[in-house]
Each structure stands twice: as C-alpha cells, then as structure tokens.
C-alpha cells in the first residue's frame, strides 16, 4: 500500500540576492507559494512571457559541471543547491523565479536556501503526495561509478568519494538517515569543490566566472584552498551527497530508498532518477 503525506508549499515569498557561480551577474532569486498540484517550476522572470521550467529529470539537458534544465530554448542552470534544500524542507509546490539563467551560488552550499525556507514557512495544501518506494533494488554502473537504490523504510544516501592520486579526495565517506535536522547540520554548510588544474578549463568555457574561494572548496596537490577551512574533514563527500538529493528532486515526489553511491556525478544521478521513475511509472 502506498504511503501518504500532505502536500506543503511555503507560507509566504521570500527573496535573495548574490552572484551566479558560472555567469559572474548578480540573480535576484524568490521562491513563491504554488496551488496543490503544481509541482517545483523555475520561473525566468528576465525573458519575455516569464516561461516556466518544470524541475524534473525529463527535462535535464545538460550535466557537465552542474544540472542543467531546458525548455526549448529556456535554460536553468545550477539547480541541485537549492533543490536540495526544497526536498530537506518537504516542500511539494513552489515556484522558483529568477532573474538571469541560475541561482544565485551563495558560499557554494545550501545554506543560503535553508535560511529562505526558514523565513519563509511552510503551510500544509488541501493535496496527499505519493511517498513512492522500491520492491527490489536498482542499480546502475558506469565504468568506476556504482549507485544502487535499495528498499528501505526512509530516505538514507551513502556515499564513497575516491579521487585516485588527489591526495585529499582518494577516500571520502559519508552515510545519513536524510532529514530536515541531518540535512542543515550535516549536509546543507558544504561547499563545492574543483581541482586547481580544471579551473583553467573551465574559464576557458565561460564558466565559473563567479567562482572564488568564498564560495568553494580549491584542491591544489595535497593542500586545499579555501576562505576558513573546511567546515568537515569529509566536506567534499557530503557535498556530494548535497547534489545527490537535489538531483533526485527530480522525481518530482518524496523517495523512500537507501541510495549507495560509489564516485557518481549529477550524469549518473540523472541516470538513476530516470531508471526509478521508470520503475514507479
């Protein structure tokens, strides 16, 4: 028998203000309530018609560095951070709406969107959400990247960082119970993370012009560069479990299942969530 929770949406907008990571420009990002039935949807308030993007993993089109969404020519780029943090809320209807093509990146983390939440409330809607969950695992593989989604009575993410020859990235784990108290304690406060040698590369695809070391996490041989120092020995893995749960979001419902990840990326993320949501079709 399927589980059910009630449907929330926050109780009041609420807005923030900062740097996009890739394209250096300032977003104005709100969060506004949505009616029963409407799901997470990006707003681009800055083109004309104010379309709006469904955040589903039917309509990623891109995952290289980060996840993307597109419809038609409409991109939202960098959702996982804050999708993240609308599933910690248990947040089913909402509308994102932002001023230029990503959200603003914050100190890299999730906490910028945890304290949006905070302010903002949540009220229950006249609306039952499906809890979906598994009757047998699923796994996928690719090359060195494991993730198998088991049944389980919740929502548990696993995760095995291995970087070989990166001294500080040969061997990361965490593993967590997800919930909103784990999720802002544990998970929300860590920051990207890029090696030294890619940055070039990355500047060289017009990317992470608003990148610095205020808001990641620089791994340069065996030293790692950052504002403060790490926030946990193991920072970097549980930003990887971060990106995980905002990239499962996707699903567009609440997940019961134990996700055991080995070295996987928002491409094999995405590749999961469409494995599970044909499994659940």
């Known amino acids: ?7 929330f949406t926050i109780a009041k907008p609420v807005a923030y203000k900062g740097i996009g990571i890739h394209t250096g420009e300032v977003v104005e990002m709100q969060i506004l309530p949505a009616k029963p039935g409407h799901g997470i949807r990006f707003r681009r308030r800055d083109l004309p018609g104010t379309p709006e993007v469904p955040a589903s993993y039917q309509k990623v089109v891109d995952t290289s560095r980060s996840t993307i969404l597109g419809d038609g020519p409409v991109r939202i780029h ?6 993240a943090a609308v ?5 089913d209807n909402l509308i994102i709406e932002l001023s230029n093509i990503e959200p603003p990146v914050g100190d890299g983390s999730s906490l910028p969107f945890v304290e949006m939440f905070h302010q903002a409330g949540k009220v229950q809607q006249d609306e ?8 047998k695992p699923i796994v996928f593989q690719q090359g060195d990247v494991s993730l198998i989604a088991v049944p389980y009575s919740g929502f548990k993410v696993s995760y095995t960082l291995s970087y070989p020859g990166i001294p500080p990235l ?9 919930n909103q108290e784990i999720f802002i304690s544990e998970i929300a406060p860590c920051r990207t993370f890029a090696l030294y040698r890619e940055i070039a590369y ?12 205020s808001n990641a996490n620089v791994i340069l041989g065996e030293a790692i560069l950052t504002n403060g120092g790490l926030r946990f020995p193991n920072e970097m893995a549980r930003h990887k479990v971060l990106d995980l749960i905002g990239d499962l979001t996707l699903l567009g419902y609440p997940l019961e ?4 990840s080995i070295r996987s990326g928002h491409a094999t993320h995405v590749e999961l969530a469409r494995l599970i949501g044909d499994f659940n079709d």
């Open 87 to 91: 599933r910690a809320f248990g947040i």
């Open 257 to 260: 299942a134990h996700i055991i």
């Open 78 to 83: 960098t959702v996982e951070h804050v999708l």
């Open 1 to 7: 028998m399927s589980k059910r929770k009630p449907a």
């Open 128 to 135: 039952e959400i499906v809890i979906r969950s598994l009757d």
């Open 170 to 178: 040969e061997a990361q784990f965490y593993s967590a119970e997800i």
């Open 202 to 213: 990355l500047m060289d695809q017009g990317l992470i012009r608003g990148g610095s070391l």
